[in-house]
């Protein structure tokens, strides 16, 4: 079997053709877009959507320091 894609996958993240697995980090956040994903093998084709956006989410455990504790420690 053999696996594509259209329109082309954001940068960074990638599709195995053997087996149609997406891999990969994005490089940048995206709008929502709907993808065309084809499987062809000797017995035939199909095609279905996917759809999908990417997001750019805050780093999770991020913490600062309070102004006055800051400010103390200077």
Known sequence: ???SIE???P???FLARSTGIIT???AA???PTIYKVGVSSAAGEAV????FAV???PPSGLAY???ASAAAAA
């Open 55 to 57: 997001r750019l989410l």
């Open 29 to 31: 956040k995206t709008e």
């Open 24 to 26: 990969g980090v994005p």
């Open 65 to 67: 320091q309070e102004a």
């Open 11 to 13: 940068e960074g993240l």
């Open 48 to 51: 279905a959507e996917l759809s």
């Open 7 to 9: 329109p082309a996958l």
């Open 1 to 3: 079997m053999e696996y």
